[in-house]
């Protein structure tokens, strides 16, 4: 399995510019997650699909963030506009079965940059 | 609050010595944790869980112990190799009405092996 996979690998961006970022999770899982990770603030769940379905976004931080799942193998986060507070790596995990009561496994992660 | 931290940001071993990671959590009623090793540039991966219902749990030169009454964590990595070398999180998760499925993640401790 090629695991979760998480495109681009870097951006960068100027200030008010439109972002996605996407996401391809391990096959046949059916719980997927965004993470944001800052050095001032750790590992942060931005949010949780479960089945196609967001169940849980009390993660994002605003209305400029926005994650779609149309279907079970691809997601995407967007932000717009972007702001430099943005940048982070952003990262992707997938687990089978029910959200984090069993293993993510996560993806390499985007390096955002927002200049 | 909950939170999940953990009590030293740093630690470094000489190779071949045991490793000890800490970790302590605050929500009594969290029922399962895993630790995550992050590399440099890389997504967290998986290393090691446990259920509320055991107290210790071994896997290849990895051992994690959980004392519910305390409330805290830890990983022990024995032999420790160059290769050790990373972030170690630790991360919880437990019934939480609509935030059912998170995990949340302690800061840190970076490990470092001398050789």
């Known amino acids: 399995d090629a695991g979760v996979i998480q495109s681009p690998r870097h951006e960068v961006t100027e200030m008010g510019q439109e972002v996605t970022l996407r996401c391809k999770p391990i096959s046949g899982h059916n719980s997927l997650f965004w993470y944001r990770q800052t050095m001032m603030r750790g590992l942060e769940l931005l949010i949780y699909f479960n089945n196609n379905v967001p169940i849980d976004d009390s993660g994002m931080p605003e209305d400029r963030f926005s994650a779609k799942m149309p279907n079970a193998s691809f997601s995407t986060l967007k932000i717009q506009p972007s702001e430099p507070r943005d940048s982070a790596v952003y990262f992707c995990?997938?687990?089978?079965?029910?959200?984090?009561?069993?293993?993510?496994?996560f993806g390499p992660g985007t390096r955002l940059t927002v200049t | 609050g909950e939170s999940v931290g953990l009590h030293l940001p740093t630690l470094s071993v000489q190779e071949g010595d045991n490793s000890i990671i800490n970790c302590a959590y605050s929500n009594s009623a969290s029922d399962y944790f895993i630790w995550y090793k992050q590399e440099s540039g890389k997504g967290p991966q998986f290393i090691i869980d446990?259920?509320?219902?055991?107290d210790k749990r071994q896997g290849q030169r990895v051992t994690v112990l959980l004392n519910k009454t305390v409330k805290h964590l830890s990983l022990q990595i024995a032999a420790t190799q160059p290769g050790d070398s990373a972030v170690y999180f630790c991360?919880?998760?437990?019934?939480?009405?609509?935030?059912?499925?998170?995990?949340?993640f302690g800061r840190g401790t970076q490990l470092t092996v001398w050789p």
């Open positions: 446990i259920r509320s219902n055991m």
């Open positions: 995990a997938s687990s089978l079965g029910r959200g984090g009561l069993r293993e993510q496994y």
């Open positions: 991360a919880e998760t437990g019934e939480r009405g609509s935030t059912l499925g998170r995990l949340y």
